[in-house]
């Protein structure tokens, strides 16, 4: 290879490098911070296109800008009645301080952490407050409202604005639903025996007077055939005198 081949490989690749490193892709469901020397500079990139940047002295973080979930493992609250009940939740979130973010909590996978601990919070402290059948049945609607609020009121410093905190599920415990069934099902059993047992008393009942009635037919009977024999009787004397 000669000189002026080596000269232009080295010019080209260079080239290259300088390419790859000054631009740069946003796509249209990520938003972009630049960071110079770790250290975010500049706006927020959240329109998509192509973009520039210094070549080796800045960096591209990039941080998604779709709604996401976070599914949050069922746990268990006390209402204020005092009854335990197990919460299923789901928070739909979003990053719309992208620079806070970064700042807060740099990556997704601290801010579902700290997002997790605010909703538990959240979710203790306002079903807390409410009686059992207020959030099983009565006004579960009300409730999610006010616990997306709450955690509102906590994630704004995390670049993070929370959609909403929907309730999947809100019940009893397994060992209370096992109880109450076992109690449920003793009651039925009760019931059925004490209904058997009406039953058997109906039918004894029924055959007493079964056996009366036939009794009284019988007697009837009885009595019919003694009319019939003194008839008889008579008769028999009549004609023989």
């Known amino acids: 290879m000669s000189g002026k081949q080596i000269i232009f490989a080295f010019l080209a690749g260079t080239i290259f490098l300088l390419t790859i490193n000054t631009f740069f892709s946003v796509h249209e469901t990520k938003q972009a911070i630049v960071l110079q020397f770790g250290r975010p500079i500049g706006s927020p990139i959240i329109d998509a296109g192509l973009k520039i940047k210094i070549p080796f002295i800045q960096q591209v973080q990039y941080l998604d800008k779709r709604v996401l979930d976070l599914d949050s493992p069922a746990e268990e609250v006390i209402a204020s009645d005092q009854k335990r009940l197990v919460v299923d939740s789901i928070t739909r979130w979003q990053i719309t301080d992208p620079l806070q973010f970064y700042i807060s909590v740099r990556d997704e996978r601290l801010a579902r ?61 397994d060992a209370n639903s096992q109880a109450i069934y076992r109690r449920m099902q003793t009651e039925r059993q009760q019931e059925a025996a004490e209904f058997r047992a009406k039953g058997q008393e109906i039918h004894d009942e029924e055959l007493q007077e079964a056996a009366l009635i036939h009794t009284r037919q019988n007697h009837e009977r009885a009595k019919d055939h003694l009319r019939n024999h003194h008839g008889r009787m008579e008769r028999r004397h009549r004609a023989g005198g």
Do not use: H, W, Y
């Not at 579960?140 to 959609?163: C, F, H, P, W, Y």
């Open 113 to 173: 952490s700290r997002l997790q601990a605010i909703v538990s919070s959240s979710l203790r402290s306002v079903l807390g407050g409410e009686e059992f059948v207020t959030v099983v049945r009565d006004n579960r609607d009300a409730l999610m409202k006010r616990i997306t609020a709450r955690v509102n009121e906590q994630t704004g410093s995390l670049g993070i604005t929370v959609v909403d905190v929907r309730i999947k599920r809100a019940d009893l415990p």
